[in-house]
């Protein structure tokens, strides 16, 4: 995530006497990276790359917290101010609030709403909009720039709607397929179902929540009475309806992240002081707030030993206490998480990382190692599959990639039971549910390709089992994806045995080969039992000093016969048959060129001529 915002600003929330330069300079050692230092006529720009856990930095209080802790540690004097977190405050009565509200609260667990009454919409003050510009956001008018500049200010979205277009009450619930809406940018969508929105009593579609208010209840020059919303929603819906809608807006963008919902309430009192500071209107309602479950207050217990032998420096507990504080954590070593970080930190060793890179991990000592670098390299052997990926594309073989995660239908085609995949939880689409067990049902085109990809099988209790496989498919020809994968084997100086179903070398099983669906031929073998296997040259074999007697017999054979077989029995007769390879075939009428030699001694027609009777003798009666 990105965020660009003015030293003006920044000043607003940070008291220090740092040049930019420098607060840039301490920032990127320490906390978010400022990517670039923009100097404009009469201001700093800081365009800054946030982390996505850290959403709390997605606001101009966030980075000046960030920076109120870091500066003090390279000995600049910085302090935060206008805070929005301070103790609760009473909040002030009003009106009944005039809509009748309906939520889910799965969807949308705190939802936050208060009416500003007689508002005239006009031009925001010069300094609200060169803030908001300087930014990248458009300044509009004073209602629409409010809104934003709580966004930007405090890194909560926020949206205002005119209350006098929305009829009777507002539903926040999960959108019907094939419902639609016209977001306030003119868009027009066809909602596909599961999306987050908000209902008036016409059963109109107001707004497409965390991603675009609704052009029918936007806010314009007519505007009289606004109702100022500020509120958290479930990040997978905005995250899937985002995605699927192509609409990333900086809202669903925060929205998705989990933003802490302690800062809604802080949030719309600000909103209210905006609106009598910018229009001179006065709050209209009562503030609604619909929060029934509180988040507790999280507490993570992290011994000092512990932040000593992972920094490898001695730091006191005066030094640690320091350093958690300026951040708003409390207590040492039971240290109480504050709300805007309790996404992200969670076990002692977030704290640590907190410590390390305030502390500045350019302070921490760097060591060069004392002993030889190990050498216990993985097993995978990474050159010798992209040995095999050369060698299959050179056998004018297509190299495909297709998706690990797969539909039920195709988790079902596998050939193990639906209940032995892994299922995705959050999975965005039908055809994204399941982790493939097998690659097969992937690969049922009909043209030559290949793929190396894993699979993976489930291990209770632990992560999934990863087992790389190579598929070789699109084969009508069965004795075409043989020669492909024996020419492979030859490549690999590996000598296997053909089944009619699987390839083996001893009683090691390499793989599968056989027919699937629609007469596709596919060849499924285990990457790392060819590893195991393979050898990178050829065993040594003297030449021999005997010459061979070659000749060719011609067997008429059985529709369906696998070869592997007959050839293996041919070669069973007698030691002295070197070779056996296919010839030529008309038919069902194949010719073997048998080749036979004597290492010690010159054969002769005498000496071969009973193996060929042999050879006869053997296939008439298999």
């Given at each position: 995530?990105?965020?660009?915002?003015?030293?003006?600003?920044?000043?607003?929330?940070?008291?220090?006497?740092?040049?930019?330069?420098?607060?840039?300079?301490?920032?990127?050692?320490?906390?978010?990276?400022?990517?670039?230092?923009?100097?404009?006529?009469?201001?700093?720009?800081?365009?800054?790359?946030?982390?996505?856990?850290?959403?709390?930095?997605?606001?101009?209080?966030?980075?000046?917290?960030?920076?109120?802790?870091?500066?003090?540690?390279?000995?600049?004097?910085?302090?935060?101010?206008?805070?929005?977190?301070?103790?609760?405050?009473?909040?002030?009565?009003?009106?009944?609030?005039?809509?009748?509200?309906?939520?889910?609260?799965?969807?949308c667990p705190r939802f936050s709403a208060v009416v500003i009454s007689n508002?005239?919409?006009?031009?925001?003050?010069?300094?609200?909009?060169?803030?908001?510009?300087?930014?990248?956001?458009?300044?509009?008018?004073?209602?629409?720039?409010?809104?934003?500049?709580?966004?930007?200010?405090?890194?909560?979205?926020?949206?205002?709607?005119?209350?006098?277009?929305?009829?009777?009450?507002?539903?926040?619930?999960?959108?019907?397929?094939?419902?639609?809406?016209?977001?306030?940018?003119?868009?027009?969508?066809?909602?596909?179902?599961?999306?987050?929105?908000?209902?008036?009593?016409?059963?109109?579609?107001?707004?497409?929540?965390?991603?675009?208010?609704?052009?029918?209840?936007?806010?314009?020059?007519?505007?009289?009475?606004?109702?100022?919303?500020?509120?958290?929603?479930?990040?997978?819906?905005?995250?899937?309806?985002?995605?699927?809608?192509?609409?990333?807006?900086?809202?669903?963008?925060?929205?998705?992240?989990?933003?802490d919902p302690e800062l809604v309430m802080p949030v719309i009192l600000k909103?209210?002081q905006l609106f009598k500071q910018l229009t001179g209107r006065e709050q209209?309602?009562?503030?609604?707030?619909?929060?029934?479950?509180?988040?507790?207050?999280?507490?993570?217990?992290?011994?000092?030993?512990?932040?000593?032998?992972?920094?490898?420096?001695?730091?006191?507990?005066?030094?640690?206490?320091?350093?958690?504080?300026?951040?708003?954590?409390?207590?040492?070593?039971?240290?109480?998480?504050?709300?805007?970080?309790?996404?992200?930190?969670?076990?002692?060793?977030?704290?640590?990382?907190?410590?390390?890179?305030?502390?500045?991990?350019?302070?921490?000592?760097?060591?060069?190692?004392?002993?030889?670098?190990?050498?216990?390299?993985?097993?995978?052997?990474?050159?010798?599959?992209?040995?095999?990926?050369?060698?299959?594309?050179?056998?004018?073989?297509?190299?495909?990639?297709?998706?690990?995660?797969?539909?039920?239908?195709?988790?079902?085609?596998?050939?193990?039971?639906?209940?032995?995949?892994?299922?995705?939880?959050?999975?965005?689409?039908?055809?994204?549910?399941?982790?493939?067990?097998?690659?097969?049902?992937?690969?049922?085109?009909?043209?030559?390709?290949?793929?190396?990809?894993?699979?993976?099988?489930?291990?209770?209790?632990?992560?999934?089992?990863?087992?790389?496989?190579?598929?070789?498919?699109?084969?009508?020809?069965?004795?075409?994806?043989?020669?492909?994968?024996?020419?492979?084997?030859?490549?690999?100086?590996?000598?296997?045995?053909?089944?009619?179903?699987?390839?083996?070398?001893?009683?090691?099983?390499?793989?599968?080969?056989?027919?699937?669906?629609?007469?596709?031929?596919?060849?499924?073998?285990?990457?790392?039992?060819?590893?195991?296997?393979?050898?990178?040259?050829?065993?040594?074999?003297?030449?021999?000093?005997?010459?061979?007697?070659?000749?060719?017999?011609?067997?008429?054979?059985?529709?369906?016969?696998?070869?592997?077989?007959?050839?293996?029995?041919?070669?069973?007769?007698?030691?002295?048959?070197?070779?056996?390879?296919?010839?030529?075939?008309?038919?069902?009428?194949?010719?073997?060129?048998?080749?036979?030699?004597?290492?010690?001694?010159?054969?002769?027609?005498?000496?071969?001529?009973?193996?060929?009777?042999?050879?006869?003798?053997?296939?008439?009666?298999?």
């Open positions: 995530m990105n965020i660009s915002i003015s030293h003006s600003w920044l000043k607003e929330f940070l008291t220090t006497n740092a040049s930019p330069e420098k607060i840039a300079e301490c920032l990127s050692l320490c906390g978010p990276s400022v990517e670039e230092l923009e100097k404009t006529k009469d201001d700093y720009l800081y365009h800054m790359e946030v982390t996505t856990n850290r959403v709390d930095m997605m606001g101009v209080l966030g980075i000046a917290r960030e920076a109120a802790a870091i500066l003090p540690q390279f000995g600049i004097k910085a302090r935060l101010k206008n805070d929005l977190y301070p103790p609760a405050r009473p909040i002030p009565a009003g009106k009944p609030f005039p809509l009748k509200v309906a939520v889910d609260q799965q969807l508002v005239t919409v006009k031009s925001a003050p010069q300094k609200i909009s060169n803030y908001l510009e300087k930014s990248g956001i458009r300044s509009l008018n004073n209602v629409v720039d409010i809104s934003n500049y709580l966004m930007r200010a405090y890194g909560q979205p926020v949206h205002t709607f005119d209350l006098d277009k929305i009829q009777a009450k507002m539903v926040l619930r999960l959108s019907k397929k094939g419902e639609t809406i016209t977001t306030l940018d003119g868009k027009r969508f066809t909602l596909p179902g599961n999306d987050i929105v908000i209902a008036d009593a016409g059963n109109r579609l107001i707004d497409l929540c965390g991603i675009m208010g609704g052009l029918n209840s936007a806010v314009d020059n007519n505007t009289k009475n606004v109702l100022l919303f500020v509120q958290i929603y479930s990040p997978k819906h905005i995250r899937a309806t985002s995605m699927t809608l192509g609409q990333r807006s900086e809202a669903a963008q925060i929205f998705e992240k989990q933003p909103g209210i209209g309602s009562q503030i609604i707030d619909l929060y029934p479950q509180p988040p507790k207050s999280k507490n993570v217990f992290v011994p000092l030993q512990l932040i000593k032998d992972r920094l490898g420096v001695e730091v006191s507990i005066k030094k640690v206490n320091s350093i958690l504080q300026s951040l708003g954590f409390k207590g040492f070593p039971q240290v109480t998480v504050p709300s805007w970080r309790a996404n992200d930190v969670t076990i002692a060793e977030d704290i640590v990382e907190e410590v390390a890179r305030i502390y500045g991990y350019h302070h921490l000592p760097g060591l060069i190692m004392a002993t030889t670098i190990p050498t216990n390299y993985p097993a995978t052997n990474l050159y010798l599959e992209q040995q095999i990926k050369h060698w299959l594309v050179g056998m004018d073989l297509t190299e495909i990639y297709t998706n690990s995660m797969i539909s039920q239908k195709l988790a079902e085609a596998s050939g193990y039971p639906l209940s032995a995949h892994l299922k995705i939880k959050n999975a965005l689409s039908e055809d994204w549910q399941y982790l493939r067990r097998s690659l097969i049902p992937s690969h049922t085109q009909a043209f030559p390709a290949f793929e190396i990809a894993n699979t993976y099988h489930p291990r209770p209790g632990h992560l999934p089992e990863e087992k790389l496989q190579l598929i070789i498919s699109g084969f009508t020809d069965h004795l075409k994806l043989k020669g492909i994968v024996e020419s492979l084997f030859r490549k690999l100086h590996i000598s296997a045995t053909f089944t009619p179903t699987e390839i083996l070398v001893g009683k090691t099983q390499l793989g599968t080969i056989g027919r699937v669906a629609s007469n596709v031929h596919i060849a499924d073998l285990s990457v790392s039992a060819l590893t195991n296997q393979s050898s990178l040259y050829p065993h040594y074999q003297a030449l021999p000093t005997t010459a061979p007697i070659i000749e060719d017999m011609t067997f008429t054979l059985p529709p369906q016969t696998y070869l592997g077989p007959i050839m293996d029995t041919i070669k069973s007769v007698s030691p002295l048959i070197e070779s056996v390879t296919l010839k030529d075939r008309y038919e069902n009428n194949f010719t073997f060129t048998i080749t036979y030699r004597n290492p010690k001694s010159q054969l002769t027609d005498h000496d071969v001529a009973p193996l060929r009777s042999k050879i006869t003798s053997k296939l008439a009666l298999g």
